[in-house]
Nanobody, 118 residues
Framework: QVQLVESGGGLVQPGGSLRLSCVASGVTLDYAKGWFRQAPGKEREGISCISGSDGSTYYVDSVKGRFTISRDNAKKSVYLQMNSLKPEDTGVYYC????????????WGQGTQVTVSS
């Protein structure tokens, strides 16, 4: 049974940092893992992905230089380190898995709320 479970969300002030974690059980290690974000009133968008085959990483322009995606295969986990957070980073963050970055997502987590506010 596939299960993606996120953790690490919360309330943070602008300029602060958070680290999201996702444990992906039942998903093959060679699947790509990524993070999507749904801001209030907006559609869900992909913000970062890490390839399962070669570890290549991808970021949407709005988070480049601030967010870092990484993985620990031994722990079946993927992480998103978020620095220099801005109010526009507020939203529900979802962990996702697909055969490769850019492919249609096959598995979703339940989401974790990130709120950036003073």
């Amino acid at each position: 049974q596939v299960q993606l479970v996120e953790s690490g969300g919360g309330l943070v002030q602008p300029g602060g940092s958070l680290r999201l974690s996702c444990v992906a059980s039942g998903v093959t290690l060679d699947y790509a893992k990524g993070w999507f974000r749904q801001a209030p009133g907006k559609e869900r968008e992909g913000i970062s992905c890490i390839s399962g085959s070669d570890g290549s990483t991808y970021y949407v322009d709005s988070v480049k230089g601030r967010f870092t995606i990484s993985r620990d295969n031994a722990k079946k986990s993927v992480y998103l380190q978020m620095n220099s957070l801005k109010p526009e980073d507020t939203g529900v963050y979802y962990c996702a898995a697909a055969p490769e970055c850019g492919d249609e997502t096959e598995y979703w987590g339940q989401g974790t709320q990130v709120t950036v506010s003073s």
